[in-house]
């Protein structure tokens, strides 16, 4: 029994054709010419696939350079664009490290918040009560628990407490979420 792959289809980006391609399975290649740090030619018969930089949150980011410019550009964007031609993207396992056009697929920013549990920002992680308790700490200067004795909470006492960031925190306080 013999397992058939799928051929890697390669398509040109988009606004770097001749420069760039991106693969059907998440790689990047380049047919920039071998030099120094001036590789202003290109050589359409040699190519190097590009290493993309892991990013804190998961996803890959590649900079491609064009004319002088250098421009950071997540691949799994770079992937939706080619194949799917219509970017924001999401990721059907999960997995932001498997950048196969089969897992990448297309949503709007609402429905990416419902795919990833709302795991964009702190909103989400937060109920109603927790909320009334954020405001009630901040505006009574309560200090949080296991800190030093201060007469005031800050921002950042209230989102390590509360297991989200300075922002979210910052928009409770002041009614921009969670009116």
């Known amino acids: ?14 606004g770097y054709a001749g420069l760039y391609d991106v693969s059907d399975r998440g790689r990047v290649r380049s047919y920039h010419a071998k030099g120094g740090r001036n590789r202003a030619t290109t ?15 998961g996803h890959r980011k590649i900079t491609l350079c064009s004319g002088g ?21 999401y990721f059907l396992d999960g ?18 918040m419902k795919h990833t549990g709302g795991t964009h920002s702190g909103i989400g992680k937060l109920d109603p009560v927790q909320v009334q308790q954020i405001r009630e700490k901040y505006a009574a ?7 030093y004795r201060r007469r005031t909470v800050t921002y950042v006492d209230l989102a390590q407490e509360y297991g989200v960031g300075v922002p979210t925190i910052s928009h409770i306080v002041n009614r921009v979420t969670h009116k």
């Open 95 to 112: 997995d932001t490290s498997n950048l196969s056009a089969d897992n990448i697929g297309y949503c709007s920013r609402a429905e990416s």
């Open 43 to 57: 050589n359409k018969g040699t190519h190097r696939v590009l290493t993309p930089v892991v990013q804190p949150n």
């Open 69 to 89: 410019a250098h421009v950071d550009h997540y691949v799994s964007r770079l992937v939706a664009a080619a194949f799917l031609a219509v970017p924001p993207v």
């Open 1 to 14: 029994m013999s397992i058939q792959t799928k051929e890697e289809v390669w398509k040109p980006i988009a």
């Open 141 to 147: 200067g309560e200090v949080c628990r296991g800190r």
